[in-house]
C-alpha cells in the first residue's frame, strides 16, 4: 500500500499536516506490507471473483459475488440452520481423529521400537496404506450398515495411518547416540522411553497429526456425501441439488475455515511442546 | 558401604582384553591382550593412529561393548555393562535437546533416583563449576559447541563418578577453544577426586592432560607402551621438557 492511497482514505485534514502524516503512514506500511506479502495473492484472488461475477464475466449463478456468500453463510449461522450440521461433521471426525491418536500414537511407538513387531506388520501396512481409505468405504458401509458407526470408521481408517507411519519413524530416528548416553546413566528400557524416545519423536507424531487432521476433514465431505441427511458435507451437496449455490459456497468456505482452526489448533499446541525447537524460544 | 579400603577408589585393571570385529566374513582383530593398571586419582590418556582399538577400548570400559575376552576390574571386582561408578563423556556432547541446561545435567541424577530437589541442587553446583551459570535456562540449541560440551563434562560430573571415561571429548572444538578447555579440564579434576581416562588423537593434549600415556599400536602383535608424564600443573606446553615428551611420542608414531 502506498502513501497516496492512505492519504485518500484518511481524508484531506491528513494531508495539512505534513509532520504527522509520514509518521503514520510509515507506520501503517510497516504493518501493510508484509499482510500483503503473505496475503496478497489471496486477497487479489477475491478481488477478480467479486469482479468477475458482479460484472458478469463469469456465470453469477455458479460463481456468486462474495457479499452474497457471506450473507448464505451469515443467514444460516445466526438462524441456527448449518450449527447442527456443524456440530454433527465435528462430532464425526473428531471422535474418529481422537480414536486414530489413541490408538495410532502407542502402536506406532510399539512398532517402532519392537523391530519383530514391526516387520511382521509392516506390509500389511503398506498395503492398507496403499488402497484409498474411499475405495473401502462400501466394504465398511456393507459391514457396519449406512449409519454413523461406517462414517466415523471411515474416517479413522484415513487418519490412523499417518499418525501411525509418522510415529514409527519419529521412534526409529531418534539418535542411538542419544540412547546410548542414557544407558551410561544407568537408564533402563522404560526410562529410556520416557525421557529419550517419547520426547525425540514429538515433532515427528505432530507431522502426523497435521497430515490426518486435513485427511479427516477430506473423508468426512466424502462420507457425508454418501447417504447423510446432517452435516457440512451434505450440506454442500443438498445445495448444489436444490440449487442454492451461494449456500454451497457457504459451506465449502465453512470447510476450509474448519482445516485452518484445525491445522491453528495443532501448531499452538507444537508450539506448547515442542519449545525446544523453536528458533526464537 | 565399600569394604575396599579408601585407596582403591577407581581403581581400574584390565586384564587379558581382547577384541574383533567382523568385516566382510572375516575377523578383524581391534584389541589384542590388553593388559594395563591404572592407579586410583591418576589421569591415563590413551593415544594411537585410527585402527588402534582406542575407542573400542573405552566403549569396553564403560559397558557399552562387551569384550570378546579377558576382563575388567575395578577396585577388585570384574565388572560387566555400565556401573554407577563410571560416567562417560562423549565426543558430541549429546545433550537431550529438549531439557535445558540445567535438566541435562541433573539427568544422570534423576535416572539413578536422586530426588528432583537433591538433583537439582546438585546439577546447579555443577553448571556453576563449569561456568555456565547464566545459561542455566538455555537450551543445547542456544548454546556454543563449547559451551555445549561444558554441560556434557558437568553432567557427568555430577553424578560424582570414581572413574571418568572420556572419548576425544575436544575432538570437534576449534583449536581456541580446545585450549581453554584443556586449562579448565586441569582446573577441575584438581578439585574432583576421580580416576580419568582419556582417549585422544591430540598428543599435546594427552601430554597437557595426563600423568601418563598408553599408546596402543595399530600391529597387534606389538606391545603397547605407557610414558610418565611427571610434570607439575598446570603445564607450560612451551617448557622444554614438555617440547621433549612431544618429539618422544611423535618419533614413537615415526612422525619425527
Keep these: 500500500m502506498s502513501y497516496e492511497n492512505v492519504n485518500s482514505t484518511l481524508g484531506a485534514d491528513f494531508r495539512l499536516r505534513p509532520s504527522a502524516t509520514p509518521r503514520f503512514a510509515s507506520q501503517v506500511q510497516a504493518f501493510v506490507s508484509p499482510l500483503l506479502a503473505r496475503y ?11 469482479i468477475a461475477s458482479t460484472q458478469g464475466w463469469v456465470n453469477p449463478s455458479v460463481f456468486p459475488p462474495l457479499d452474497l456468500i457471506l450473507s448464505a453463510l451469515w443467514d444460516s449461522l445466526a438462524s441456527g440452520a448449518l450449527l447442527d450440521d456443524i456440530a454433527i461433521s465435528l462430532q464425526r471426525s473428531g471422535i474418529a481423529f481422537a480414536a486414530a491418536v489413541v490408538i495410532g500414537i502407542p502402536l506406532g511407538l510399539v512398532m517402532g521400537q519392537a523391530r519383530i513387531v514391526e516387520q511382521a506388520l509392516d506390509p500389511l501396512l503398506q498395503f492398507f496404506r496403499q488402497t484409498s481409505a474411499l475405495a473401502l468405504y462400501p466394504v465398511f458401509i456393507l459391514l457396519l450398515g449406512l449409519g454413523e458407526t461406517s ?7 484415513a487418519t490412523l495411518f499417518p499418525i501411525l507411519l509418522a510415529t514409527i519413524g519419529g521412534v526409529k530416528e531418534v539418535d542411538t547416540k542419544l540412547v546410548e548416553m542414557a544407558r551410561t546413566y544407568g537408564a533402563g528400557r522404560l526410562t529410556i522411553f520416557r525421557r529419550v524416545v517419547l520426547p525425540a519423536s514429538v515433532p515427528a507424531i505432530f507431522v502426523g497429526l497435521r497430515l490426518s487432521a486435513t485427511t479427516a476433514l477430506l473423508l468426512l465431505i466424502a462420507a457425508e456425501m454418501i447417504g447423510a441427511n446432517k452435516g457440512i458435507g451434505f450440506q454442500v451437496m443438498n445445495a448444489q441439488y436444490n440449487f442454492q449455490i451461494p449456500l454451497m459456497f457457504a459451506a465449502i468456505l465453512l470447510l476450509a475455515l474448519l482445516g485452518l482452526v484445525a491445522n491453528a489448533v495443532l501448531v499452538l499446541l507444537q508450539r506448547r511442546l515442542c519449545r525446544w525447537a523453536q528458533p526464537n524460544a | 558401604m565399600s569394604l575396599a579400603p579408601a585407596t582403591l577408589r577407581g581403581e581400574v585393571t584390565i586384564r587379558h582384553l581382547s577384541k574383533s570385529f567382523t568385516l566382510d566374513g572375516r575377523p578383524l582383530p581391534v584389541l589384542a591382550d590388553v593388559n594395563l593398571q591404572v592407579r586410583s586419582g591418576e589421569s591415563l590418556a590413551i593415544v594411537g593412529a585410527s585402527g588402534s582399538g582406542k575407542t573400542t577400548l573405552l566403549r569396553i570400559l564403560a559397558g557399552l561393548d562387551d569384550a570378546d575376552s579377558g576382563e575388567v576390574l575395578i577396585d577388585g571386582r570384574a565388572v560387566k555393562g555400565v556401573g554407577s561408578e563410571r560416567a562417560v563423556i562423549f565426543q558430541e556432547p549429546r545433550l537431550l535437546p529438549w ?158
Design chain 1, 151 to 157: 462414517k466415523v470408521f471411515v474416517i479413522f481408517w
Design chain 2, 99 to 256: 531439557l535445558t541446561v540445567l535438566e541435562n545435567v541433573a539427568f544422570g541424577l534423576d535416572t539413578r533416583g536422586v530426588s528432583r530437589q537433591e538433583a537439582r541442587s546438585r546439577a546447579r553446583r555443577y553448571v556453576q563449576l563449569v561456568g555456565l551459570q547464566s545459561f542455566e535456562n538455555a537450551y543445547p540449541r542456544q548454546l556454543s559447541g563449547g559451551m555445549a560440551q561444558r554441560v556434557g563434562i558437568a553432567r557427568a560430573l555430577a553424578v560424582q563418578p570414581e572413574i571418568l571415561l572420556l572419548d576425544e571429548p575436544l575432538g570437534a572444538l576449534d583449536a581456541m577453544t580446545k585450549i581453554s578447555m584443556q586449562q579448565e579440564l586441569t582446573r577441575i579434576w584438581r578439585d574432583e577426586d576421580v580416576t580419568t581416562i582419556l582417549v585422544t588423537h591430540d598428543l599435546e593434549e594427552a601430554i597437557y592432560l595426563a600423568d601418563r600415556i598408553l599408546i596402543l599400536p595399530r600391529e597387534k602383535n606389538a606391545e603397547p607402551r605407557l610414558i610418565e608424564i611427571d610434570l607439575p600443573r598446570p603445564r607450560d606446553r612451551s617448557s622444554p621438557e614438555f617440547v621433549r615428551h612431544r618429539e618422544e611420542l611423535l618419533r614413537l608414531f615415526g612422525l619425527h
Design chain 1, 40 to 50: 496478497g495473492i489471496v486477497l487479489g484472488f477475491l478481488a477478480l471473483w467479486q
